[in-house]
């Protein structure tokens, strides 16, 4: 209940207060969380030492720093979202290559929406539902049930479907055989189910989602990654989908395909490691 209470706080501060205060209230507020947060720092910048293995712990700190600042300030977007209009939207996100999105429901198979915790992935879904595309976010449910309602109530409200996680096989293929988009956020797997593949050239457990919808349906993986830019504005950047032809293998064909989609994640990740929340550990080490 306290952090739901925090959560409604948060909502209220953001929406009351100007943007640019809104975020300099975040700014103290994530130094006063990253102080006290030993355990999260110390895994942060083990993660960022498998990326940058020759940076000294100097710098790795201070990306770890900004890592919190910048997930603060994504947390007053999301608290913003009754704000968040076409109005706003024109205004601040430049939308790059969405060609690649129109082109794969063009082909009426739907297309699998491959992101990363990078920059404000929920922004992102907003920005979708925003522009009349229909889709669908897989998201994990969290434990407490008024948190989980608030979460699924943002979303909502900008046109977005929820696929619970526990429920994303049987209906992400029906989104898909509707010529819809799902959303998947695929750097962490959540099932214990994923297969481990070399993740920045160390092993870690990997989602197989994206790559089984797409063996299943034929549906494009489209990469895509809504980040911050400077003077509060961000870019929403879609990436050519992934090619692939499948051998007929399927168990070489997921992880084949797993490691590709992989390799788009990282470097979406390398553009700026700040904007990558790695508050726990995602390697197996």
Known sequence: ??????????????????????????????????????????????????????????????????????????????????????????????????????????????????????????????????????INVVALEHKNKSINDFFVKQRKSKNETIIPLKYAVRKCLKALADNELIGIVADKDYTNNGIVVKFFGTDTLMPIGPAAFNLKTGAAIVPGYLTRVKDDNFQLIFEEPIKYCPTGDFAADIRLLTEECTRRLENAIRKDLTQWYCFRRFWLR
């Open 1 to 134: 209940m306290l952090f739901f209470i925090l959560y409604k706080i948060g909502e209220f501060t953001a929406l009351v207060l100007p943007l640019k205060a809104a975020y300099a209230v975040a700014d103290i507020v994530s130094y006063i969380k990253y102080f006290f947060s030993f355990c999260e720092k110390k895994e942060m910048v083990e993660n960022l030492r498998i990326i940058l293995p020759d940076e000294d712990t100097k710098t790795l700190k201070r990306y770890s720093r900004q890592i919190f600042t910048n997930f603060s300030r994504y947390l007053v977007d999301f608290f913003r979202f009754k704000k968040l209009d076409l109005k706003y939207m024109e205004e601040h996100v430049e939308i790059i290559n969405k060609r690649y999105v129109d082109e794969a429901l063009q082909k009426g198979r739907g297309a699998i929406m491959l992101s990363a915790h990078v920059g404000n992935w929920e922004l992102g879904g907003a920005v979708m539902g925003l522009m009349g595309y229909p």
